[in-house]
């Protein structure tokens, strides 16, 4: 099985960065794809950005230009550095990781808040 714990979650004023960190543990096998999705109160969850084990990333288009998604397969870590933060950014972060020749290996995290207010 797998484990994602992430970290970093906090009250960010507008403007701030914050960074997320995303440590995996468990049977991980490549080639994969880790990503971060939030989730608002009330909204559905959406996708943030993603990366793959290449380092392929993809982001979604409210977050370009100011979140940047990264990894560090050694240490089997994602992180997500968020600049400009905007209260709409507020939600719940979820990593997850999806590894690519399993039918069910998807797997998510317990999710961290970031609270984006002055």
């Known amino acids: 099985q797998v484990q994602l714990v992430e970290s970093g979650g906090d009250l960010v004023q507008p403007g701030g960065s914050q960074r997320l960190s995303c440590a995996a543990s468990?049977?991980?096998?490549?080639?994969?794809?880790m990503g971060w999705y939030r989730q608002a109160p009330g909204k559905q969850r959406d996708l943030v950005a993603t990366?793959?084990?290449?380092?392929?990333?993809n982001y979604a288009d409210f977050v370009k230009g100011r979140f940047t998604i990264s990894r560090d397969n050694a240490k089997n870590t994602l992180y997500l550095q968020m600049n400009n933060l905007r209260p709409e950014d507020t939600a719940v972060y979820y990593c997850?990781?999806?590894?690519?020749?399993?039918?069910?290996?998807?797997?998510w995290g317990q999710g961290t808040q970031v609270t984006v207010s002055s």
């Open positions: 997850n990781l999806k590894i690519h020749l399993l039918s069910d290996g998807n797997y």
């Open positions: 468990g049977s991980i096998f490549y080639p994969n794809t």
């Open positions: 990366i793959t084990s290449y380092g392929t990333t």
